[in-house]
């Protein structure tokens, strides 16, 4: 369906590959790899019609349509999220309108046979082509992709260039090319995203062609990975794991080819040496020396250059080395997003943060750092405890008038220069790259030389928020396995499953502004998630607290009190139950009045589908009449009225479904505060 042949690209003297022959088939999912630099997205850009090749051709099947999301676009503004998404499904629009039009016309021709019919073919084409369903496919995929439902009006140029990427992405999807062309389509992403658009991509019928350095992304979704190097592109049949133990199979058969061949050269030489000059052994030896010229060399073993990289020691510090109590934060007392919160960092811990998103992730990660304010509480900083606080925005600390390799310095406290520059060069800067002035660096570029200043600096405990954007697989490797090693504390955002498998020995889950701990890997954590396991929140302050009475008593004890009587004691147990019950009773009046409004929404939500269903069966009951027909003002009508009552029967179904979830989900909470 897609070929390319011959094709040449460069940029001056410097050619970034030649020769690329490529078929892709329907229904491949390929993942295009290569080296920083190899020239991977300006492929993309020619096969997407962007760019011209300097040489060689891309030839398409008859009517196939490509969709194309590059790493950057232009502004969206002056429509809405929304309106924005529903351009993806242009072709259901342009449907729509005609059926007006010719419902309008109708309104003036009564008796017109071939406009009637004109409006009955449309009318299907809309059906087959989702149209009742298209609202609420909008929805779906921007909700899956980390809109809420009350962002979907507002107005794209309020949104980040993350989040207007989100809405060219959700566009994109709804058009449902024949083949789409995606480029680091989960650099904008937060994990729930990320996992909602592999679900997304694996049900796509088309072909798909994916840049992206998230190992696990490409494991789900890829059944093919392309090569690129200056040489072309090959191929290999399965998922990137696949593609890495072909190649260490191909590596281990290449050296043991070598050391045959090598060992077969040096047997001919010996030979050519020892009877050269023998008369009755000369015409073998020249035998030999024919046979040696003849014999080829075999080809290259491609070694993968490992750079190890060790973060500086930390300094000593204490056991427990950040805590929040008692932590009120949010934009006002009606507004908070945490209330009474308690968490600490332990020496040697790797956190992850997880959660929705919006769930307030970075906000507590900045809470930890020092980064925001709040209303009440305390952050403590443990003894001798040293965070670094590494921020999306990092690179704004910079010094522009630096050379990359002068600013990089400025953190490092080791002696080796050399040493400096590979950690360098294991995050993409070669030796020209660390001659630059900050000052014309890229964004990205800015982001991985900050990374390299955070990593050069000693401290005991490490804040990271996205550390991995803007790095390729080779340097999240070598960031992962840095930490995985440094014994200091880490806590972490990142979109990226494999990274976090990696580096992080627990879990925390934000949501609603509790904090919930797993123990083990983000993979174990999904795991236990699945089979039903939730242990309680962290507690807010004052759940540890203990009754009334024991806090009395054993605060009279530690005076040095005289202990109380038996009767004493089976008297305040007795107190202690009584008050147990009156807790318990208004835990439960408490549940009750929170689930009485989700039961109403549910109940209304059912109404409506049932009036909805009602309405609809008695527009289809009348289009069953053939005395309807005889009035064409009708015809038109009832359609219009029956398209209206399927669409709204398609959101109406999903408020249902949600509000109908909403209580499930508060009625098992409910069960398991209770046991």
């Given amino acids: 369906m897609l070929w390319l042949n011959g094709v040449e690209k460069g940029f001056g003297p410097q050619v970034l590959f030649e020769g690329v022959d490529w078929q892709v088939n329907p229904g491949q999912r390929v993942g295009l790899i290569g080296p920083n630099g190899a020239g991977k997205s300006t492929l993309m850009r020619i096969i997407a019609g962007e760019l011209e090749a300097d040489k060689g051709a891309v030839t398409a099947a008859k009517g196939l349509s490509l969709g194309y999301l590059p790493q950057e676009l232009h502004e969206l503004r002056d429509v809405t999220v929304r309106d924005a998404a529903r351009q993806g499904l242009e072709a259901v629009w342009a449907i729509q309108r005609e059926l007006e039009r010719v419902a309008e016309r109708l309104t003036r021709e009564h008796d017109d046979a071939a406009l009637l019919a004109r409006y009955g073919a449309l009318q299907a084409d809309f059906e087959r082509a989702g149209g009742f369903e298209a609202d609420a496919r909008v929805e779906q995929v921007l909700c899956g992709l980390g809109f809420r439902a009350d962002e979907l009006d507002g107005d794209c140029g309020g949104l980040s260039g993350g989040w207007q990427m989100r809405v060219a992405l959700a566009r994109l999807l709804l058009r449902r090319p024949d083949v789409l062309l995606l480029d680091e389509p989960t650099n904008h992403l937060d994990l729930r995203s990320v996992d909602w658009l592999c679900h997304f991509l694996k049900g796509f019928p088309g072909a798909l062609i994916l840049i992206s350095h998230d190992r696990w992304f490409l494991n789900e979704i890829c059944t093919h990975i392309a090569e690129l190097s200056p040489e072309g592109v090959e191929v290999f049949v399965g998922d990137f794991e696949q593609y890495v133990a072909a190649l260490d199979l191909r590596r281990e058969q290449l050296e043991r080819q070598r050391k045959a061949h090598a060992r077969k050269v040096a047997s001919l030489e010996r030979f050519i040496e020892r009877f050269k000059a023998k008369a009755t052994k000369a015409t073998q030896a020249q035998s030999r020396a024919k046979q040696l010229e003849r014999l080829q060399a075999v080809g290259e073993v491609r070694e993968v250059e490992t750079i190890h990289f060790k973060l500086p020691p930390p300094p000593k510090c204490g056991r427990v080395v950040l805590a929040l109590e008692d932590l009120h934060q949010g934009y006002s007392d009606d507004a908070l997003i945490y209330r009474g919160l308690e968490v600490q960092v332990e020496r040697g811990e790797h956190i992850a943060l997880v959660g929705p998103n919006g769930a307030g992730k970075s906000t507590l990660l900045k809470l930890l750092a020092g980064a925001v304010g709040y209303q009440r509480g305390a952050r403590v900083l443990g003894h001798l405890a040293k965070p670094y606080y590494f921020a999306q925005h990092q690179a704004q600390d910079l010094d522009l008038a630096k050379t990359v390799l002068e600013e990089a310095q400025s953190s490092y406290l080791g002696e080796s220069i050399s040493q400096l520059r590979g950690v360098l060069g294991a995050f993409l800067f070669d030796a020209e790259d660390i001659k630059k002035r900050v000052a014309v660096l890229s964004g990205g570029e800015k982001n991985r030389l900050a990374l390299v200043k955070m990593l050069l600096t000693p401290a005991n405990v490490l804040l990271l928020d996205e550390p991995t954007n803007h790095l390729d697989m080779g340097s999240r490797e070598v960031l992962s396995d840095a930490l995985r090693a440094y014994p200091g504390a880490v806590v972490l955002i990142s979109h990226d499953r494999h990274f976090i498998d990696a580096v992080c020995d627990q879990v925390w889950e934000v949501d609603r502004g509790r904090v919930t701990t797993f123990a083990g890997s983000y993979s174990e954590y999904l795991e236990r998630v699945a089979r039903g396991e939730r242990p309680s929140p962290l507690p807010l302050h004052g759940e540890r607290a203990l009754t009334p009475s024991r806090a009395a008593s054993d605060s009279a004890l530690g ?18 139950r009584r008050l147990d019950r009156q807790r318990q009773q208004e835990l439960r009046a408490q549940r009750a009045r929170a689930l009485r409004p989700l039961r109403q929404a549910a109940e209304a939500a ?22 309807h027909y005889a009035d064409a003002q009708a015809v038109v009508r009832v359609a219009a009225e029956l398209r209206a009552v399927q669409g709204a029967l398609v959101a109406a179904y999903a408020t249902w479904e949600a509000a109908t979830l909403a209580v499930e989900e508060a009625e098992a909470r409910a069960s398991e505060e209770e046991a």
């Fill in 606 to 627: 059912e109404a409506q589908v049932v009036a909805l269903e009602e309405r609809q069966g008695a527009l289809e009951a009348l289009q069953c009449d053939e005395a």
């Fill in 559 to 576: 005076a040095g009190a005289t202990p109380v009587s038996a009767d004493e004691a089976r008297a305040d147990a007795k107190a202690e």
